[in-house]
T-cell receptor, first 114, second 118 residues
Framework: GESVGLHLPTLSVQEGDNSIINCAYS??????FIWYKQESGKGPQFIID?????DKRQGQRVTVLLNKTVKHLSLQIAATQPGDSAVYFC?????????????FGTGTRLKVLA | EPEVTQTPSHQVTQMGQEVILRCVPI?????FYWYRQILGQKVEFLVS????????KSEIFDDQFSVERPDGSNFTLKIRSTKLEDSAMYFC????????????????FGPGTRLTVL
């Protein structure tokens, strides 16, 4: 359901551990998915993206997995660092009649414990 | 590294006043967007703009809102008569274009303008 934001799901991980952040997207016709990181008071910062013709994509310390069958997206962060603490949003491109707007998920707050 | 910039970082206004939020998209980008984020909530799409016209807008983007690209670098969002519920972070974003086959391109976001309506 709709999150009121102040009650964002929170993931707490120890520094050095791997983090997995999950996202359920809404539109089975969406063909482009992006993970953004948002630090307090800042704009969304692009992390990694994936197209619907792929099920996995790797970046530097990050991996995105896409499961179209269950409309699920995940972001894996290897060796989580204190600087990874932020809110993470998934976004999907609403591919309907040529629209290019992004539809954002609720967000997950990642807390890295020293 | 090129980035989207926005001014001001914080705007305080009285209800009923007009505000203009300014953005400088990344220079070779052709598509421009405004989103907003009410405190602690989801980022919501407002409008997209291409070739000097609105290409899409959301239900939020009513007659009180307008966008303009007054010159080759700026992209503005105007709210004619602000309401209390317009208080939010407003993010500008830009993308280079649309990829072959109509595929969406990555949108890059600015740091946002915090609008506070009193």
């Amino acid at each position: 359901g709709e999150s009121v934001g102040l009650h964002l799901p929170t993931l707490s991980v120890q520094e050095g551990d791997n983090s997995i952040i999950n996202c359920a997207y809404s539109n089975s016709a969406s063909d482009y998915f992006i993970w953004y990181k948002q630090e307090s008071g800042k704009g969304p910062q692009f992390i990694i993206d994936i197209r619907s013709n792929m099920d996995k994509r790797q970046g530097q310390r990050v991996t995105v997995l896409l499961n179209k069958t269950v409309k699920h997206l995940s972001l894996q962060i290897a060796a989580t660092q204190p600087g990874d603490s932020a809110v993470y949003f998934c976004a999907e491109n609403g591919v309907t009649s040529g629209t290019y707007k992004y539809i954002f998920g609720t967000g997950t707050r990642l807390k890295v414990l020293a | 590294e090129p980035e989207v910039t926005q001014t001001p970082s914080h705007q305080v206004t009285q209800m009923g006043q007009e505000v203009i939020l300014r953005c400088v998209p990344i220079s070779n980008h052709l598509y421009f967007y405004w989103y907003r984020q009410i405190l602690g909530q989801k980022v919501e799409f407002l409008v997209s703009f291409y070739n000097n016209e609105i290409s899409e807008k959301s239900e939020i983007f009513d007659d009180q809102f307008s966008v303009e690209r007054p010159d080759g670098s700026n992209f503005t969002l105007k709210i004619r008569s602000t309401k209390l519920e317009d208080s939010a972070m407003y993010f500008c974003a830009s993308s280079e274009g649309i990829l072959a086959g109509g595929l969406a391109d990555t949108q890059y976001f600015g740091p946002g303008t915090r609008l506070t309506v009193l």
